[in-house]
């Protein structure tokens, strides 16, 4: 066996390993990069959610105190009725 294919044999199997685990690092870097989008995204509808849930409750709060005010309203006009009968 001459060296020179000795030296070729040698250079691809090394060649293909070195290639082989150049692929898993890059596949493995681009798992990370999509992952960290997801997580990004996550955070964004978590607090998208933390503000829609704010508003939610600032509209609930009005509407019980306008309700409130209906209900005493209502009794005050249920007084004035029974007077007037």
Sequence with gaps: ???TVYFISMGAMLGTIII???IRFLQASAVAG???AHTDAYRKLASDAVT???GNAATLSAIQ???AEIKTRMTTIEKILKEVE
């Design 1 to 3: 066996m001459s060296p």
């Design 65 to 67: 105190s306008e309700l």
């Design 34 to 36: 999509a992952d960290a």
């Design 20 to 22: 082989v685990f150049a």
């Design 52 to 54: 829609a849930q704010a």
